[in-house]
């Protein structure tokens, strides 16, 4: 059992930073555009890489680094390019009626961004195959997957809290400023971890 909490408390820690997916799946639980999907969406590929990382599997995105440079490229790239569009529609000027109409408004673009967002950022990768990977490492025998479940668990939590909590900021979104404001929080936050991305190559 204490391996199963740990387990909550380590992935839930890691998961609540402030990041890609945090920002879109907030922004689409704002809009109430696809957030059922989109949260079980992220959840999922967060369990996949959890029972990845508890699996071992971590040993091997160290072992070839080109897996983690071909990610940390063409994540970066995308990123770029999604901050962008937020920085654009930070200059439209819309209400929180007009916001739900915009963006990803349509099952597939949800799902294709979502997709992006989580596979393309190499982050996904160390903190839930490696890190917690490694951490699981210390557990022996039941404990382990029970880490891992208690990490599982914690990103549902996560995922789905953060969209449906979201509903409850609707009246400070009835006002343009606010969506001004969250566009560019995006696209800065997007912006700041493509640059850390492909910092390390010309550093």
Request: some cysteine; charged content about 10%; hydrophobic content about 55%.
């Amino acid at each position: 059992m204490q391996a199963f909490i740990q387990g909550v408390g380590i992935g839930g820690s890691l998961i609540m930073a402030v990041g890609a997916q945090n920002a879109f799946v907030l922004k689409q639980g704002l809009k109430r555009s696809h957030s059922l999907p989109i949260a079980a969406l992220c959840s999922i590929i967060d369990a996949l890489m959890i029972t990845a990382g508890v699996a071992g599997l971590g040993h091997l995105i160290l072992a070839f680094p080109l897996i983690k440079d071909i990610a940390s490229i063409g994540g970066a790239i995308f990123l770029l390019v999604y901050g962008a569009r937020a920085l654009k529609s930070s200059f439209m000027v819309q209400s929180m009626t007009q916001g739900s109409t915009n963006g990803t408004d349509t099952l597939k673009a949800a799902v294709l961004t979502t997709l992006g967002i989580s596979l393309l950022n190499p982050h996904l990768y160390l903190d839930t195959v490696v890190l917690l990977g490694s951490i699981s490492a210390q557990f022996e025998g039941a404990d382990r997957p029970l880490f891992g479940a208690g990490a599982v668990l914690a990103s549902f939590l996560w995922f789905f809290s953060l969209s449906f909590g979201a509903r409850y900021l609707s009246p400070l979104f009835q006002k343009p400023k606010a969506w001004c404001y969250l566009d560019r929080f995006i696209c800065l936050t997007m912006w700041t971890i493509a640059l850390v991305l492909i910092w390390p190559y010309f550093a």
